[in-house]
């Protein structure tokens, strides 16, 4: 099994992954865990389900909105808690230990200075309903508040409130949200 995959099922069941019929039925009847199970195999170009893992990922799109693009560069350990109508741009790059939360957008911005997608550090916990576009730069160890906007680079150590962002800065930022690190 891909290690990514694993660290992924780690960060969102606190258990190890294993060949057993349990994981195979947290995989099975959790949409969250699936869909990363079906990413995992996609971005593998080689594989011979790749195609049709991508029309399974079409149908999450359309049953729970959730818009993540196989050819998204993720790191491991990634948790979608609540993995309800997540957009993730294509060309977002995503660190390791990173949660996602309901309602989110990881988009792209069209025109401007901060023109392209979004790098998203480690250990990041991006809350509910919030927005991070533009080609932007997100530290390490940052807390983003729900309902936030974000659309300037964050130095890592911070916690991200409300909209038009503001930054405190503050050691420990994640410590509590993000749990089962890898």
């Given amino acids: 099994m891909n290690y990514n995959f694993r660290c992924d099922y780690y960060r969102m069941t606190g258990e190890k992954y294993s060949f057993s019929i349990k ?13 990363m199970f079906l990413i995992r195999i996609t971005a593998n170009k080689n594989n011979i389900f790749s195609k049709l893992t991508r029309c399974y990922i079409y149908l999450f799109k359309r049953k729970y909105g959730i818009d993540m693009h196989p050819d998204t560069t993720i790191g491991p350990g990634l948790a979608l808690s609540h993995a309800y109508n997540i957009t993730i741009n294509p060309g977002a790059i995503i660190g390791k230990n990173v949660n996602l939360t309901k309602g989110i957008t990881i988009g792209r911005e069209q025109r401007g200075v901060r023109c392209g997608s979004p790098i998203i550090g480690n250990n990041v916990f991006i809350g509910i309903n919030s927005t991070v576009v533009g080609k932007i730069h997100i530290g390490d160890n940052v807390l983003i508040a729900p309902n936030s906007f ?26 509590g949200y993000i749990g089962f690190l890898v």
């Fill in 23 to 35: 994981s195979l039925i947290n995989i099975l009847f959790k949409h969250n865990l699936k869909l």
């Fill in 150 to 175: 974000v659309n300037r680079d964050i130095p890592s150590n911070s916690i991200v409130l409300g909209n038009p962002c503001k930054i405190i800065p503050k050691e420990d930022a994640t410590k």
